[in-house]
Structures are given as structure tokens and as C-alpha cells.
């Protein structure tokens, strides 16, 4: 039985492809955006998540049941020492008050797919469906073929949500089965774009090219920061580099949000070193503008 | 909204609710001296609205196109002291209390201490009924266990059809004329029961077209005096729209909106009926006379806008007559639950929205008045366009319309064995309650606490409030060996305090019947008037007693968290529990806690706790469906709360998915504040596992924040979302789009508020979930969006 590792399923999803949506969320991704909102979707592993202001006095619970002793209260303040977790998950399944929560729970394809379908009525009507998103949902290729298979199976519509930095096989493999890819891209420039996902683009672009000529519907999505990749440059580079692929369908255009700041904590990571913001409201309507001058069509929100 | 309908709306609004003793004086007068010692009820109850309403007051405000007022002026509010009485200490809570007070004059004090409360103290309606109220009654309804709705405000609950709008009270009269005629004292064995309610029918009717002359003399004396030539020409109308209507059939607008109020008032004049009265599908009655005003020439828009306006702002008018006790309690509110219907099915099983569906839209949008309520019956024939049109008001934060599904109203209508014809004739009234407009009697007889009775049975049969025995010896926690037998204990619990519920409901039903018969209201409900039989005897076509289940998700929540933590899991013992709920959780919020966060929850598609809502349903169901009530009819349940759930709960212990002694239980079918945290889809599934067909109403209330609605495709998914409810057989949904002093409550009370959705940056989340910072930012936005 296939299983992969997921780290949220939101259901009600409207943001990501047509109608009513469901959203599931796998965990891992190649790359490191400096600006992740999603740091929780990065690593392919379960991780502990603490939310030290939902613990409760006098509760020690999870101190009892660590096996590594890795949790501690010091006056209220509820600490995970992460050299001694193993992340086991005791303490999260102990805690009454999700103050600990372990975030990736690996199931199999057939667990997934139970509450992948609890909303099928709601796509039937919205002409919504599902979507993959992550982390990357390619990494986990043979995982992502048996719900995208199943979904097949049901006709109901599928959405990919991709960075695009996955072996072309892999790609290629789920391309047949999904109505819709949702494309990343993030900078045109290679050496700025390593610099701040970690990753080259070059494999990304060639993918995003293959898809295209390959017949798919792909909606090409520029998560903006300010003074990282809204400049006129890249704006201007990204438009050229998607007018001569031809297809791509449109380009939404999404607005760095902090929604991720306090995950870093929660996650006892470090914060991204750099201060992020959203390029302002008249900014926006100028890439738009550029993009648009390229011949394509431009939507602002997912 | 023209400068007369601004200024009569500011009117409306800044009026202070006061209590008139103008009605009370005039109804002991007439029975200190007036009634006949030998007329019978109807008749003399006939004779009383007929002295109120040739007597009282007459209003007609500057610049008013609709005149009519149930008191001496607007929000000047009468009492109905051969219902209730009012005690001086009554008048004084009414006067001081913050919410929905009265203001009680030192005359008006003085005239309930000199002549009402003498005259009527220990000879109102109510005090008969609690006189003959069992002993069981009177314990369970002093601990809460259920409410009486027909203590002290008269058993209404009906809706009209379009009769009045083709034909007058001079119609309705020459039909009883013609019956009285044909009434056989040889043949008929209730020959006298019949032609005293004729007489009393006909009585009642003159009296009303008496009541409108008034106005017209009024007008024409006004218009004599008014110096101003428009004013005078309008007042001119205004004696000719009430010379002629209710006496004859409207034929137009204005007269079909006027004589809709002059029948309105002499319904909540004639008694004090719950729900006040209600013309039903408006849109349907009233579109023929704006197509041909607009194809005559004699009427545009803007002068129809005008007049429904002017409608609106007459609803508006008249807070509910003031509530005490307990019914206080189960509606505090000002608001009378007048709700307009609009859309749905036309007769013939087509679309029914046309343009004045539209035009009324544009009525509520425009005006944002607490009355009239409004709803949309929605069928699949409707377009997408009326239902985004409802949405986008919605979506203002108004509260209003809420939205129902005209198909299952028609299935539930068929399922109570009445016919297509009459079934495409209903809708839904007063919150949620499903019923046939212009034939049907539906009462509700009163809220049953679901949560307390489980308290009660987890007591073997005592209220652990008051130690007193008020249910069955079920037997103690530590008796029961499976959860089967102990659901088996709530099931008995429950059938035998509906048992106590409807023996005193037979009761009180035939002190209605014989002592407060309603002659009038039974003009206007068929077959009354062709039967001969009194609207509160069994007059009406169809006759249906509801009792409304209160807290199934709170009862649900519990049976999910006894099952799973005591009798699965075994976290503690059934006897450990209730001693817990006893200490209200006194020094163990960690296992509160584990109530609260590691149980399953009704409301996010889990068929665990799902189940058990479907299995309280049924048991509920059970214990209320298909009992004969005493007019020929039966019993039915429906899902609602008005404002109970905040009574029910506050004599409720500690439950046990966690809530604390008297904190609110669950609202309508809604899952519990906060259990639900899986979105809106998850809670319409689950709503939509129990069988709504099989209730007569059941109210779901979702929360949004206007983000999350503020494009497009927002709104289109919120058709989606509705659609998809309907098609699941979903009775009702309102959306409550939530304001910023709402989040800023969610922010000090996350628990509560764990199901709050908002949307972010293109993107949905829980709004407890997010950082303090982000959910302020979200709050000024909200602060700021404006619609």
C-alpha cells in the first residue's frame, strides 16, 4: 500500500483552482524560499510544533510520557529540547490542550483518499475539486499518482501545485492526470534565485517548458516581495520567458503575507533573516500593467 | 431612500418602546360592563375587538402613506391583561432592565394598580393555565427542562395566503351570510357551536372595516386642514385607500399594502399572537399589482419603492408586546417575527422569483430595519442571480434574509400528508418553521432543553440543581454497564417529560378553545370560516403542535465524549464523570481540556459524533412525532432556539464535552461554539446527516468574516455552498458575517471562536489560529471594509 506523509488537509479551499476545493498539503520541499510561509511543508518528516500560550498550569502530562525527557516546564513556559526529541509524537498525543502538536502524519493513499472525498458533492457543484499542494507534492511521486489515479477514477478535478524542481520523469508521470498545475516560479535570474531558495531554477524553467509543450493547463503563480523579486527586471524577464512558452494560461500575481512568522517559532526554527513586505497596492497594479503588456492575462490573488 | 422615508425610518428608530394601557383600560371596560352575560366566547371575544378597534387611538403621522398602529403611536405598545396581566413588580422590571426595556409611565403604573390588576389578577388566561398545570408540569418547567409558549402570549403561528388580495371583508361576510343561511338546526348536530361563530366571524369583520372608516374620516379631516396641496392631495388618497379596503378587494399597490396592515392589526389587536402576523410571499401577492400599475402608467418604481417602504417602516413599528418571566427568557428581543418570504415555487411548481422578488431585495437592503425579518426560499429553479442578490446583503452583516430550501420545505410539507397544491402554498415563518400560509394552524408549543435531560438521567431522574426528583429513576451513573443502556435511560427521560410537556399542552390548547377563541384571525385561515369551528378549536385545514429540540450539539458532544472517554477509552468512570460535572471541573482543567480538544465533535464530518446526533435525533423524533394534538392534528418536532439556548444553559450543570455550568448550550442544529473547526463544508455535512425532511425546521448559523466574501468567487462559492447544503436536503442557513468587536471577542475567548474563518491574503484560515498581530491587522480591516 502506497502511503506519503501529509501536513494539513483544508477543506473549503478557495484559492487554489476553480470552485470549492479540498487542499492537501505534503510534507517536504526541495527548496528553502527565504520567505516560506508554509516552513512546516519543508522537511519530509514529522515535526513537534509547541504553542507554549495554549499550555495550562499545572498540567505535566507530557513531561510524563516523554520518553527522552525533552520536554520541560520552567515556571509556565513549556520548552522541547529538539537535540533530545525523536519526535515520537507521546507528548503531542498526551497534551489536552494542543499545545504540542506533532505536524506529518504519514497515511496511506486509501486514508487519505477518505477524507480527500468528504467534500465531492461540494466540487460536483462548484465544479471544485482537489488539490496538491505542499511542500512540494511531486517529491512524493508514486504517493501523489494513487490519489491523483483515484481522483481519475471518481472524475473529479485536480489541481497540482508545484515549485517545478522535480526530475522531469516525475513530472511527467502525474502530467496525464492533472487538469490544472498551479506553477511557481519565483525569480528569472539563477544566481539570486539560488541565493534565496537554495536551488537553481534551470530545472524549474525546463519543466515549466516541457509541461507547456506537453499540452497542460498551467496557471503560472509570482509570489511578490518587495525589493526581492518585484523589480522591473524580473518582472520583465519572467512575462518574456512565459510569452515565448505560448500557453501558459494566466499569471495570478500573490502578495507576500507574515502568515508564516510565528510558525518559525512554533517550530523552534530560526526566523528568516531578512524583514519581508508585500509590494503596495499601486505597485501591484504596475506589474500587473508590464505583465500584461506581454500578452498575458494577469490575476491578483490566488 | 427619499427625505419622507428617511425621516419616517429615523422616526421609527429613535421611538422608545413604551407600554400604552390605552388596550388593557378599554378591554376591562368593555368586560366590567359591556360583554353580554350570555353571549357566547366567540361572540363576545368578537364583541371585544370590536369595542378595542372602534375605541382606540387613531395615528396618522406626518408624511405616512400606511396608517394604521397597533398602540396610540409607534412603539407605544398594548398589553393583553385577559392573557397576562402585568404585576406592578413586572412593570418595574420592564421599566429598569437593560435589555429590550419598556418605559412605564407613572400613569400607566397607576392606572395597572387602580384598575387592571385588580379587575384581572388571579382571572387572566395565564393564571387558569398555571392552575391547571400538574404537578410533573410545574416541576420540569421550573427546572428548565422545557418552556410554554402559550402562557402568556396567544397560540399564532400563521401566515396568509393571498385571499385578501382578491376579494374584501364585504366577500368574507356574504359568505357567512350565505352559510348562516344554509346552517341546518335539524341536520346539524353542532348547528349553535357554528352560528355563534359565524355571528362572531362577522362581527369581527365589520368591526375592521368600521376600524379602517376611522382612518378615512381621519385623512379627509387632515386633508381639510392641511395647508400644503401635496400633502392634502396625498391625504385625500390616503381616505380614499381606506374607504375601500378591507371592505372591498385592493386594486392596487398602495390598497393591497394597506389593507394587509389593516388586517395585521386586527390580528395582534384581537390577541397577542406569537409571531404577530405575517403576509407570507410577498413578492408573489404583490407582483401583479406593480406590473399592471407599471403597464397602466399609474405606478414606476421609485413611487412602489416608496410605498414598500413606507410598509416596512409600519413593522418596524411594533416591538413585541412586552414578554415576562421565563418567555423572556426564550425571546429576548424586541423583534416580533414578522418574516417576509420571497422566491420559491410559484403555484404551478415554477420559478417563482419575479421583479418585485427584486424590487423587495432592494426594500430590506435599503432600509436595514430589524422588522420585518426576511428569508429566500431558494429552489433549484431559481436562478443564481436571486440568490447572490440575497447574498450580497448578507454579506453587509444585516443578518438578514436567511436563506431556505423551498424544495424541502415542500417535502416536509408532503411528509406531514398535505397536499402538492397546498404545499407549494408554504414557507417558512417566525425563525424557522415550516407550515402552509393561509391554512394552517402550526403552533409552537415550547423549547425542550435536550442537555438537561441527559443531566437529569446521568442523576437518575433528579435536577441536581434543586436535589428534587423531576424525571424517572433511571437508575445512578454506576449502573449503567455499556452506553447503550444509558442511552437507553435518556431515551425513556425524554419520552416521559414529552409526555408531561404535551399533557399540559392539551390543557391549555382547550382554554384557548373555549375561553380565547379568534374570530378574526379564523377569517383569514381556511377553512375556518367554512367550517364554522374557531381557529384555536381545530378550525384550520391543517394543524400541527410543535415542540423545538434546544441543544443537539451540545447533547451530541456529550453522548460523543461519554461514549469515547468513559465507556471506550475508559479515561474515568461514568461516577467519576458526574462527580467531575458536579465540581462544575473544579481542579481539572487538563481533563477539560481533554474534553474539549481530543474528542470527537458533531459538525466536522465525523461519523462518530455524527452518528450519535443522528441516534439523539431519532430518539427525540420518536418521543414527539405523529401524537394527536386536541385540533385534530399532530405533533411534529423542529430544531430552533430564538434566545433559549442562553437560558437553557444557564440552568444547565457542567456537561460533558466540556462546557461549564451555565454557559450557553448550542444554538439551532449548529454545532457547539468553537467544536467545529473543519469549515463550513464539514458542518453542512454533518447538519445534513440527520433527516430534515422528517422536522418542520431546523436552523444552522454559519460564521463568516466579510473578507472572506468580499470578491466575486467568493460570493459565487457562497451560492455553491448553499446549493450544495439544499441538495443534501438542508432546511435553512443564515451566515452570520461577523464584526470587528466579534473578533476582538474571539481574540480574548479563542476557545469559543475556534470555527471563525477569515480570510488573510488569498488565503483562508482560523482566525484563533493566527498571531496576535495578524489578527489585528485583520480587525482593522474589518473595521474598515464597508459594503
Known amino acids: 500500500m502506497v502511503t506519503g506523509v501529509l501536513f494539513d488537509i483544508k477543506r473549503y479551499a478557495l484559492h487554489d483552482g476553480p470552485g470549492i476545493r479540498t487542499t492537501v498539503f505534503f510534507k517536504g520541499c526541495p527548496l528553502r524560499c527565504a520567505w516560506c510561509h508554509n516552513p512546516e511543508g519543508q522537511s519530509p518528516f514529522s515535526e513537534l510544533m509547541v504553542k507554549p500560550s495554549r499550555c495550562l498550569a499545572d498540567c505535566y502530562l507530557c513531561l510524563e510520557r516523554c520518553p527522552e525527557a525533552a520536554v520541560s516546564k520552567s515556571g509556565d513556559i513549556l520548552r522541547v529540547d529538539r537535540q533530545k526529541c525523536r519526535t515520537c509524537g507521546a507528548c503531542a498525543e498526551a497534551c489536552p490542550a494542543e499545545a504540542l502538536v506533532l505536524i506529518g502524519r504519514r497515511v496511506s493513499a486509501s ?42 477514477r471518481r472524475e473529479v478535478h485536480t489541481t497540482v501545485d508545484t515549485s517545478g524542481h522535480v526530475p522531469w520523469p516525475s513530472l511527467a508521470s502525474v502530467q496525464s492526470k492533472v487538469h490544472l498545475f498551479l506553477y511557481d516560479l519565483k525569480l528569472m535570474d539563477e544566481d539570486r534565485h539560488r541565493d534565496l531558495t537554495g ?32 523589480d522591473r527586471d524580473n518582472i520583465e524577464a519572467t512575462a518574456e520567458f512565459l510569452r515565448g512558452l505560448g500557453g501558459v494560461e494566466r499569471v495570478d500575481l500573490l502578495s507576500y503575507h507574515a502568515l508564516g512568522r510565528a510558525k518559525y517559532e512554533r517550530l523552534d526554527r530560526p526566523q528568516p533573516a531578512g524583514e519581508y513586505a508585500a509590494p503596495s497596492r499601486r505597485e501591484l497594479e504596475q506589474i500587473k500593467n508590464r505583465i500584461q503588456a506581454f500578452g498575458l492575462e494577469v490575476h491578483t490573488g490566488g | 431612500m427619499n427625505d419622507r422615508i428617511r425621516e419616517l425610518r429615523r422616526q421609527s428608530l429613535e421611538a422608545r418602546p413604551v407600554i400604552s394601557a390605552e388596550r388593557a383600560l378599554l378591554i376591562t371596560e368593555f368586560y366590567r360592563g359591556l360583554a353580554g352575560p350570555t353571549d357566547s366566547a366567540p361572540v363576545k371575544r368578537a364583541l371585544a375587538l370590536k369595542h378595542l378597534l372602534a375605541r382606540k387611538s387613531l395615528y396618522l403621522g406626518p408624511g405616512e402613506l400606511i396608517v394604521g398602529e397597533r398602540g396610540p403611536e409607534p412603539k407605544a405598545t398594548p398589553t393583553y391583561p385577559e392573557l397576562t396581566c402585568h404585576s406592578l413588580q413586572d412593570l418595574d422590571i420592564l421599566d429598569s432592565r437593560p435589555k429590550t426595556p419598556f418605559f412605564v409611565s407613572p400613569e400607566t403604573r397607576a392606572i395597572y394598580r387602580d384598575t387592571i390588576i385588580p379587575f384581572w389578577k388571579g382571572h387572566s388566561l395565564r393564571d387558569k393555565i398555571f392552575a391547571e398545570m400538574s404537578a410533573p408540569w410545574t416541576k420540569a418547567y421550573q427546572a428548565g427542562v422545557f418552556t410554554e409558549f402559550m402562557e402568556q402570549r396567544a397560540p399564532g403561528h400563521t401566515v396568509l395566503d393571498d385571499k385578501i388580495y382578491g376579494r374584501g371583508f364585504e366577500d368574507f361576510r356574504r359568505d357567512i351570510a350565505r352559510n348562516l343561511e344554509l346552517l341546518d338546526p335539524l341536520r346539524d348536530p353542532e348547528a349553535l357551536r357554528k352560528r355563534e361563530q359565524w355571528r362572531a366571524m362577522d362581527i369581527a369583520a365589520e368591526a375592521l372595516v368600521l376600524y379602517a372608516e376611522r382612518y ?10 392641511e395647508k400644503d396641496p401635496r400633502r392634502k392631495e396625498e391625504l385625500g388618497r390616503i381616505a380614499e385607500v381606506c374607504s375601500r379596503v378591507p371592505r372591498h378587494a385592493p386594486r392596487n399597490l398602495w390598497e393591497a399594502l ?22 407570507g410571499r410577498l413578492d408573489h401577492h404583490l407582483d401583479p399589482f406593480y406590473q399592471r400599475g407599471l403597464a397602466e402608467g399609474s405606478l414606476d418604481r421609485d413611487k412602489a419603492q416608496e410605498l414598500l417602504q413606507a410598509f416596512w417602516i409600519k413593522f418596524n413599528n411594533q416591538p413585541a408586546p412586552p414578554k415576562v418571566g421565563v418567555t423572556a427568557e426564550e425571546s429576548a428581543t424586541y423583534t416580533d417575527f414578522c418574516l417576509i418570504n420571497l422566491g420559491g415555487l410559484a403555484e404551478d411548481g415554477a420559478d417563482g422569483v419575479n421583479e418585485m422578488s427584486y424590487l423587495l431585495l432592494d426594500v430590506v437592503e435599503e432600509m436595514r430595519l430589524l422588522q420585518p425579518s426576511s428569508m429566500v426560499q431558494v429552489s ?3 436562478p443564481d442571480r436571486f440568490l447572490k442578490r440575497a447574498l450580497r446583503i448578507v454579506r453587509t452583516g444585516y443578518g438578514q434574509p436567511s436563506i431556505f430550501n423551498a424544495e424541502a420545505i415542500l417535502q416536509e410539507m408532503l411528509g406531514q400528508g398535505k397536499s402538492l397544491k397546498d404545499a407549494r402554498s408554504g414557507g417558512a415563518s417566525g425563525c424557522v418553521e415550516a407550515g402552509i400560509f393561509g391554512k394552517e394552524n402550526y403552533n409552537l408549543t415550547g423549547y425542550f432543553n435536550l ?15 434543586s436535589g428534587k426528583r423531576i424525571g424517572l429513576a433511571t437508575g445512578g451513573p454506576e449502573s449503567f454497564a455499556s452506553f447503550d443502556q444509558l442511552f437507553e435511560a435518556f431515551r425513556r427521560q425524554v419520552r416521559h417529560f414529552v409526555d408531561v410537556k404535551v399533557a399540559g399542552n392539551n390543557i391549555i390548547e382547550r382554554l384557548y378553545a373555549e375561553h380565547m377563541p379568534a374570530p378574526f384571525l379564523s377569517l383569514l385561515i381556511d377553512d375556518c370560516l367554512e367550517r364554522g369551528r374557531d381557529y384555536h378549536d381545530g378550525g384550520a385545514r391543517y394543524n400541527t403542535s410543535y415542540i423545538q429540540g434546544v441543544g443537539l450539539g451540545t447533547l451530541s458532544d456529550c453522548l460523543a465524549s461519554l461514549k469515547y472517554h468513559v465507556f471506550e477509552k475508559k479515561t474515568l468512570s461514568l461516577g467519576e464523570m458526574v462527580k467531575v460535572l458536579q465540581a462544575d471541573f473544579q481542579g481539572q482543567e487538563p481533563l477539560r481540556q481533554l474534553l474539549l480538544n481530543k474528542t470527537p465533535k458533531y459538525g466536522n464530518d465525523d461519523d462518530y459524533a455524527d452518528d450519535l446526533m443522528k441516534r439523539a435525533f ?16 399532530a405533533y411534529h418536532i423542529n430544531l430552533l432556539p430564538t434566545t433559549v439556548h442562553i437560558y437553557f444553559g444557564r440552568v444547565t450543570g457542567a456537561t460533558a464535552e466540556g462546557r461549564k455550568a451555565g454557559e450557553p448550550l448550542s444554538e439551532g442544529i449548529s454545532p457547539v461554539q468553537g467544536a467545529d473547526r473543519q469549515g463550513p463544508t464539514a458542518v453542512m455535512k454533518s447538519a445534513a446527516k440527520m433527516d430534515h425532511l422528517r422536522t418542520g425546521g431546523t436552523l444552522l448559523n454559519q460564521k463568516f468574516t466579510p473578507q472572506l466574501l468580499a470578491d466575486e468567487s467568493g460570493l459565487d462559492n457562497l451560492v455553491h455552498l448553499v446549493r450544495t447544503y439544499f441538495q443534501m436536503d438542508g432546511h435553512h442557513v443564515q451566515f452570520n458575517v461577523v464584526s470587528a468587536e466579534t473578533l476582538r471577542q474571539a481574540q480574548k475567548d479563542p476557545q469559543k471562536y475556534r470555527d471563525l474563518i477569515v480570510r488573510v491574503a488569498g488565503y483562508s484560515d482560523y482566525f484563533v489560529d493566527l498571531g496576535e498581530t495578524l489578527q489585528n491587522e485583520i480587525i482593522r480591516r474589518t473595521e474598515h471594509d464597508s459594503f
Open chain 2, 216 to 225: 378615512a374620516g381621519l385623512a379627509r379631516d387632515l386633508a381639510a386642514a
Open chain 1, 199 to 230: 536551488v537553481t531554477n534551470l530545472i524549474i524553467l525546463e519543466n515549466l517548458k516541457r509541461l507547456v509543450q506537453g499540452g497542460s493547463r498551467v496557471v503560472v503563480r509570482l509570489p511578490l516581495i518587495k525589493g526581492l523579486n518585484d
Open chain 2, 451 to 465: 442537555p438537561k435531560v441527559l443531566e437529569i438521567t446521568l442523576h437518575d431522574g433528579l435536577d441536581p440543581r
Open chain 2, 618 to 633: 431519532e430518539a427525540y423524533y420518536e418521543a414527539v412525532e405523529g401524537r394527536p394534538n386536541t385540533k385534530g392534528g
Open chain 1, 111 to 152: 486514508q487519505a483518499a477518505a477524507e480527500i472525498f468528504k467534500d465531492e458533492v461540494f466540487y460536483r457543484q462548484s465544479g471544485g475539486g482537489v488539490t496538491f499542494s505542499g511542500g512540494e507534492p511531486v517529491m512524493q511521486t508514486s504517493f501523489l499518482e494513487e490519489l491523483l489515479e483515484e481522483c481519475h
Open chain 2, 380 to 382: 433549484r429553479k431559481n
Open chain 2, 258 to 279: 394597506q389593507y394587509y396592515w389593516f388586517v395585521h392589526l386586527g390580528v395582534i389587536t384581537e390577541l397577542n399572537t406569537w409571531d404577530s402576523f405575517n403576509p
